[in-house]
């Protein structure tokens, strides 16, 4: 079956840098979600990429879907405190939905 | 408010005891998710469903059981069987049942078995 990988697991950010964490999968994908965890909640929609190429920003988050429909990235620039958590990635596999492992997000003021 | 509610919010239990979390959205969505989350880890899924009276078993389905009676509802058994309970157990809903919309999550439980 599909297997939706994220790296890496861990992210440690100095305040106002920028940093990607990818999202690989195993199989083509119809589409492609990005959800946010803060710690002690549970994961919130951010977006969903369906075209092969597609580029959506969000602010300071920028979000991409890979040509071949394989991968994804989430770039955040000029980190800030409020972007600590965990983000995942998830991709539809016979009809259900499935999650990477996510990564972790630390902020260093 | 429309929404995903699942209660309790901490639950505690002994070992070998079944307990029942509750999972009630009124979102008008047929597909519900069960997934379990451990510290450090991502959501792994024990349990989907489509429509009313029907469910699949999902990656760890062992030790889990579930019933969809109504559309509304979906609640997850934890069973004696299952080896390592103790996790934050998290249930979602979809309106597509192909699994390509957005997830709308509840605030979880928190299962601590002693």
């Known amino acids: 079956g599909q297997q939706v990988m994220q790296i890496p697991q861990y992210q440690h950010v100095q305040e106002g840098e920028d940093f990607t964490t990818y999202c690989n999968s195993s199989?083509?994908?119809?589409?492609i979600q990005w959800y946010k965890q803060r710690p002690g909640g549970h994961p919130v929609f951010l977006i969903q990429?369906?075209?092969?190429?597609e580029v959506k920003k969000q602010k300071r988050l920028t979000f991409q879907f890979g040509e071949a429909k394989k991968n994804s990235s989430l770039h955040i620039t000029a980190t800030q405190t409020t972007d600590v958590g965990t983000y995942f990635c998830?991709?539809?596999?016979?009809?259900?939905?499935?999650f990477g492992a996510g990564t972790t997000v630390t902020v260093r003021a | 408010d429309g929404g995903i509610t699942q209660s309790p919010k901490y639950l505690f239990r002994k070992e070998g005891q079944n307990v029942t979390l509750s999972c009630e959205q009124n979102?008008?969505?047929?597909?519900m998710y069960w997934y379990r989350q451990d510290p450090g880890q991502g959501l792994r899924l024990i349990y989907y469903?489509?429509?009313?009276?029907?469910?699949q078993k999902g990656d760890i389905a062992e030790g889990y059981s579930v019933s969809r009676e109504k559309k509304e509802s979906f609640p997850l058994t934890v069973t004696s069987a299952q080896k390592n309970p103790t996790a934050f157990y998290l249930c979602?809903?979809?309106?597509?049942?192909?699994?390509?919309?957005?997830?709308?999550f509840g605030q979880g439980t928190r299962l601590t078995v002693v």
């Open positions: 979602a809903s979809s309106i597509s049942r192909a699994g390509n919309t957005e997830a709308f």
């Open positions: 998830a991709g539809p596999s016979d009809y259900k939905l499935s």
């Open positions: 469903s489509q429509i009313v009276n029907d469910f």
């Open positions: 199989t083509t994908l119809s589409n």
């Open positions: 990429l369906v075209k092969s190429g």
């Open positions: 979102l008008n969505h047929d597909a």
